[in-house]
Nanobody, 122 residues
Framework: QVQLVESGGGLVQTGGSLSLSCVSSAHTFDNYAMAWFRQAPGKEREFVAAVAWSGSSAYYTDSVKGRFTISRDNAENTVYLQMDTLKPEDTAVYYC???????????????WGQGTQVTVSS
């Protein structure tokens, strides 16, 4: 069982920045592809970004390209999501996810964190 704990959410004004972190309890962190998803009130959970096992590749949903950056530190068992130029439509609960075999935009990740709230005020 892998536990994921997110942190870094909060309230920020439009155009501001936040940095999310997710710490994994996995013994071998680089055995897992990592991703961030988000869920706004009344909406389905949606893909934000994913980073491959070694960190050598990453990809993003179109709405965050150029504004968000996903990265990982395998020595620290941590994945990050740097969010810049935030917009009100980025308001959501952000979830960290991990999977040993899947790397993609679907909700197929085996392990999930509890989420952290991000609120962008207009």
């Amino acid at each position: 069982q892998v536990q994921l704990v997110e942190s870094g959410g909060g309230l920020v004004q439009t155009g501001g920045s936040l940095s999310l972190s997710c710490v994994s309890s996995a013994h071998t962190f680089d055995n897992y592809a990592m991703a961030w998803f988000r869920q706004a009130p009344g909406k389905e959970r949606e893909f934000v970004a994913a980073v491959a096992w070694s960190g050598s590749s990453a990809y993003y949903t179109d709405s965050v390209k150029g504004r968000f950056t996903i990265s990982r530190d395998n020595a620290e068992n941590t994945v990050y999501l740097q969010m810049d130029t935030l917009k009100p439509e980025d308001t959501a609960v952000y979830y960290c996810a991990a999977d040993p075999n899947y790397y993609g935009p679907r909700l197929e990740y085996k392990y999930w964190g509890q989420g952290t709230q991000v609120t962008v005020s207009s």
